[in-house]
């Protein structure tokens, strides 16, 4: 059985080293010739417009799926005339589009913060209905903090309209928030769902560095919130596949930040810290299969490696510490792998998460 | 960094899967032209007396290691002259033998059932000193109960020795053993030395069917005497990578039956059962990494996949169980996959043995 993955980046390369043991094999569409996932995938190298190529890469496949967030619509709706395509394009048309996401979600009854469309002939108007200080943001093509300028004044707004322009943008309020959080659910074909355990993101520069699963000082409250908002996303939109709702927390209360319809960042630690990893769980999905249990097996913190590798030996001499390099060649800014460390107590995790911060040079959070 | 293994069944493509998270590629050599472990890795297909093959197969490896028992000696000296070959090849000149082997077990001070060479001249002298009833083994060649005889009479030995002709034999006294045991041990480069929980392992046919770890009703008498015998197995040969010795229990004693100096089939459930897998600690081991922790996480059952493979979505129902395909083609008395079943207790497990059994139709222990 072969499925098919757009995009060829550490997403894809996780997706195949899960589908090897359940003996389905991974075949990836992506532009790039040095994409990572094609050291252990077979690579299909051609632009997203190229419809010759997409039909070769569609023939023979269960199904074709996705591992990024801007995936060509065009090329996913060509796909699903020859093959099914899951998540549906439909999905990702709604969540390429910051408006029509935060739209939605606000139509299932999700929380966001306030936001408003920035009309280009009259931007004050956005601004007046949500106030200073505020994001401003293009709609379309963001991630890892670009395309987007916190800002504190009107002036300031002006000029972040005048930057972004002539991109469609959206406004948001500044959430004033405590963290953020992030929930991954799944569902099967069949419909059934399961979710992950809620998890803690820190950011830095917009890039995720650090994941804690579950997250700290929950008494269970926030997780049921959570796991209400994912369960009527996955429902609503008769979602096939892992999805992940990245959340606010202000005070007891959820909002909702950004939906990625795929596997994300801040699962990364289920592949040791749950006892079903979030690749395998995609995949089980979208094929029809049972979905796997999202329980966790003890607690668990995600490092994500940015820009620059640390050596080797130090990683693999903190206890439970699991590296995950992606084979990417090192450039500022760039995702370069991640370690998972596992410990059975929250204590256990503190304690390791610092030795590691010792070993590797790595700045804590906290 | 590239890794070089000699064999490329299964053994050799989980190591491959172990290795792509931790930066390392691997390489397999092997003369079968749908060797499993070529759907992942790199294939030399070419014959182990082939030494311009193994002259192009050695360039460019941080060292080159082996996945099965019976390697071509030759082969591993011919590699060994150009790059480090880990566990040194003198290893496998012991544990290939089983008059050598039980010979080195002893020297070392670690129980063994009686044993004695045959003379094909005077094959009885043999027989008298072990009694009957007797296991009449080829010293070279032997695994999965393959090359032996179990004889209860002298006229039976006689038959089993002139049928097992013209291969060098030994005869080994029966053990009247409760139960079969694995214990799996790993070494460094750097000397450093882990040791995985006390396995119990049931056999049909000859060919190992179902792993519990840690063993049942083990006090810890029975693995503080196994962790002592592999310590000192792997101390004493120097040792470089994960070595299995196989038990038999008898009362509280434990005799050693047999060396596998290499990852074990024994040793599957570690991948999702320990902190740290097999697999990547072989990795580890060989190339001067510091170990993983080999503690488990819960417990679990490895339950192999003779000759024909179950409904995927039938195995992956049962909560807790990890499917494993090889990616081989079915045929009788094939290792084709396992499945291992990761529980938080003992009664858990066993429910899900059942539950597993029941699905998909599999004879259980007991």
Redesign the interface.
Known sequence: MVVGVLGGGQLA?MLA?AA????I?IEVFDPTSDACAA??AVHHCAAYEDEAALARFAEGKACITCEFENVSVEAMRFLANQVAVRPASRVWEIFQDRLLEKQYLRSVGIPTVPFAPVDPQRPTEALEQVGCPCVVKTRRFGYDGKGQRVVRTREDYLTAVEQLAPHALLVEAYAPFERELSILGVRSLSGEIAVYPLVENHHREGILRLSLAPARDDTGALQSIATGYITRLLESLDYVGVMALELFQVGEQLLANEVAPRVHNSGHWSIEGA??GQFENHL?AIL???L??TAP??VSAMINLIGELPP??RV??V??A????Y?KSPRPGRKL?HITL?ADSVAERERRLQQLCREIGLMCHN
């Open positions: 390369r080293l090897y043991p359940l003996g094999r050291q252990v006892e079903t089980r029809g299969y049972p796997g249990c097996r003890g080797v030996e693999l001499s206890p439970g699991h590296l995950h390099l084979g792998g596992r």
